[in-house]
Every structure is written in structure tokens, then in C-alpha cells.
């Protein structure tokens, strides 16, 4: 249908624009070539953009489920706040941190790879790529980085930046908020409570929280390097039986170089989905009051 289309206009278009001669030509290439188009097209609409897959319908259970998951996420990222700031408050240090939200910070976090299956099963709407690239980096950073090295990591900073310089303090109050506002959001909404301020929080927390949240990860990262290296930590030197060479430190140099295409694409995406989720329910607050 579309070669026919496109040979119709160009009939059409001889009678306006261009000769009838030249269009005779190219209605002849396109005649002789007719196989060739009709690939292109089919290739052509594979191609093409294709609107996004809505969720399944959600069942009863899957509803009881999803807010069952979020409500324990939030409590969980709420007691995990609660207990640095406590040892913050008692004088601790990023060290005496880690000793007392390791546990739950190593539960609650790893339970976010559950979020990446429900985009993929339909249960969310919420996009595969965008989310597997937020739960990958931190669990990366949390099993791959703080865990491998956690002396480096939770004792250490930036001498250059000094006082600003990010630690794993800031890591974790970075990781904290942001899950509280977005499991305490999507928990009350699943439970019909409707309150603005949770909105506001859900998609305007991150305008902080992204940037302090990757700095500080990438500050682990650097933090670890050392170490990572001059011990070879899950490394795989030659010669050895499976002749197979890996050196986890090149790994990660290039995670850290992710970071420079992937923060962008993340931060862009929260600012798209603050200004579809935001723009309209301001305007309906502020004519409201």
C-alpha cells in the first residue's frame, strides 16, 4: 500500500511541481526496483517507534503484592535512616555506619532487583532499561565496592574537596531518602491516598538526591581502587588452567566510565517524568487554592 501511495503522489506532484518527463523517470527506477522498496518499507517499519507496552492487567493478588513490596521497602529504607542517623548523631563515623546498616542496607537493596522483574512481567510500567541501569549500579556498588572493600571505602573521602568531599555517610542518606520518598509514594498510592507532598517528594527529591547519590558512588568506587588492584581482588591471572585472564580493576574503570553516558540518560528521564507528573497537578493545586 505504501508503494502504490508513493507512486500515486508522484503522478500527482508531476502535474504541479516537476516535469512530467522526470517523473516518468523516476516512476520507471521505481518500477524496476520494486523488490528492492518493498524491503526497505518492511524494514522500515520494524524500525519505526512503537508505543510502550501497557501492564497487564493487575489482578487482586498482584496488587496485594506490589503494595505488600513497597510498604516493606519503605519501612525498611525508613529503619535503615534511622540508624545512621542515630550513629551520626552519637558521634560515629562512616565506619561505625556501615557496622550497623550493613545488614539491612544488604537486604533491602538486593530486594530492589525484585523491581527489574516487574517491569519485565508487566506488573509496572515502568521501563526495563532505566530500571535495571539504577538497581545495577547500586548493587554493584554495594556488593562489588563496599563489601569487597569496606575499610577503604567506609573510612576514606576526598582530601581534595575536604569537608564536601562525599563518604558513605552520604551514600547511604542518598539512597535512603530517595527509596522513602519513592516506595512511600507508590505504597500510599496503591492504598488510594492521594496526597500532593507525596508527589511533590517522589519526583523532586531526586533533584538532589541523583547527584549526591552517584558522587558518592563514584567516590566508593575510587575509594576501592587500591585495593582492588594491588591485591587482585576477584581477579584472574595467567597462567592458570582455564588460560583466562580477568582483571576486576579494568572492570571497574570502566564502570565509572558508564557513569558519564548513564547519569544523564537517568537524571533526564526523572526530569521528563517530574515535568508529565508534576506540571499538570500543579496547575490543578494552584487553581484549586
Not at 520494486?34 to 524500525?47: E, F, G, K, P
Not at 538526591?209 to 567516590?219: C, F, K, M, R, W
Amino acid at each position: 500500500r505504501l508503494y502504490c501511495c508513493l507512486c500515486s503522489q508522484l503522478s500527482c506532484v508531476s502535474k504541479v511541481c516537476v516535469p512530467v518527463v522526470q517523473c516518468v523517470r523516476w516512476r520507471r527506477v521505481l518500477l524496476e526496483n520494486h523488490s528492492i522498496l518493498v524491503q526497505y518499507l518492511r524494514v522500515w517499519y520494524t524500525m519505526a517507534p512503537k508505543p510502550s507496552r501497557p501492564a497487564v492487567p493487575q489482578s487482586a493478588a498482584v496488587n496485594a503484592y506490589l503494595t505488600l513490596y513497597n510498604i516493606i521497602q519503605f519501612f525498611g529504607w525508613s529503619y535503615i535512616l534511622a540508624l545512621t542517623v542515630r550513629s551520626k548523631l552519637n558521634g560515629g563515623t562512616s565506619s561505625d555506619v556501615w557496622q550497623v546498616v550493613q545488614v539491612p542496607l544488604e537486604i533491602f537493596q538486593t530486594g530492589a532487583l525484585l523491581e527489574v522483574l516487574h517491569c519485565m512481567v508487566g506488573f509496572v510500567r515502568a521501563p526495563v532499561v532505566t530500571t535495571a541501569m539504577q538497581v545495577a549500579s547500586r548493587i554493584w556498588v554495594l556488593w562489588g565496592i563496599v563489601w569487597l572493600v569496606p575499610v577503604d571505602t567506609t573510612t576514606g573521602s576526598l582530601p581534595a574537596l575536604g569537608p564536601l568531599s562525599p563518604t558513605f555517610t552520604s551514600l547511604v542518606i542518598a539512597w535512603a531518602l530517595s527509596e522513602i520518598f519513592r516506595y512511600g509514594f507508590f505504597a500510599a498510592k496503591a492504598l488510594g491516598v492521594n496526597a500532593y507532598g507525596l508527589l511533590w517528594l517522589r519526583y523532586s527529591g531526586f533533584l538532589a538526591l541523583y547527584p549526591i547519590g552517584v558522587s558518592s558512588e563514584l567516590t566508593m568506587v575510587w575509594l576501592a581502587l587500591h585495593a582492588i588492584r594491588t591485591r587482585g581482588l576477584l581477579s584472574l591471572t595467567l597462567p592458570n588452567a582455564a588460560n583466562f585472564a580477568f582483571d576486576y580493576y579494568i572492570v571497574c574503570v570502566i564502570g565509572m566510565l558508564v557513569y558519564l553516558p548513564g547519569f544523564p540518560h537517568m537524571y533526564f528521564h526523572m526530569m521528563r517524568q517530574r515535568s508529565k507528573n508534576l506540571g499538570g497537578t500543579a496547575k490543578t493545586a494552584k487553581k484549586t487554592n
